[in-house]
């Protein structure tokens, strides 16, 4: 099993930026791609961001791509989220996935292993 504990939510004005951070337990040898998703009120769960365990493969969502930067550092098992120029839409509860396989890494399905989620609140 592996246990996940995100930090780092929290309220910023648009246009602002907060680092989430992903710290994982357990079997973390097993885990190959960490991702990030997000739940808006009255809307389903997304993709936001993914990393494989070396770091050389990256993916986005199109709505994040270019202010968001999703890294890990293996030797402490935690990965980030540093989101910049943030806006008012990319309010939401964060949530911080793993999984061991190296497919698909931007379906929420493939995940294992979850997070409880951080809110992230953007005012405009």
């Known amino acids: 099993q592996v246990q996940l504990v995100e930090s780092g939510g929290g309220l910023v004005q648009a246009g602002g930026s907060l680092r989430l951070s992903c710290a994982a337990s357990g079997r973390t040898f097993t885990i190959y791609y960490m991702g990030w998703f997000r739940q808006a009120p009255g809307k389903e769960r997304e993709f936001v961001a993914a990393i494989n365990w070396s770091g050389g493969s990256t993916y986005y969502a199109d709505s994040v791509k270019g202010r968001f930067t999703i890294s890990r550092d293996n030797a402490k098992n935690t990965a980030y989220l540093q989101m910049n120029i943030l806006k008012p839409e990319d309010t939401a509860v964060y949530y911080c996935?793993?999984?061991?396989?190296?497919?698909?890494?931007?379906?929420?399905?493939?995940?294992?292993?979850w997070g409880q989620g951080t809110q992230v609140t953007v005012s405009s």
């Open positions: 996935a793993a999984k061991p396989g190296w497919k698909e890494p931007t379906m929420m399905s493939r995940y294992d292993y």
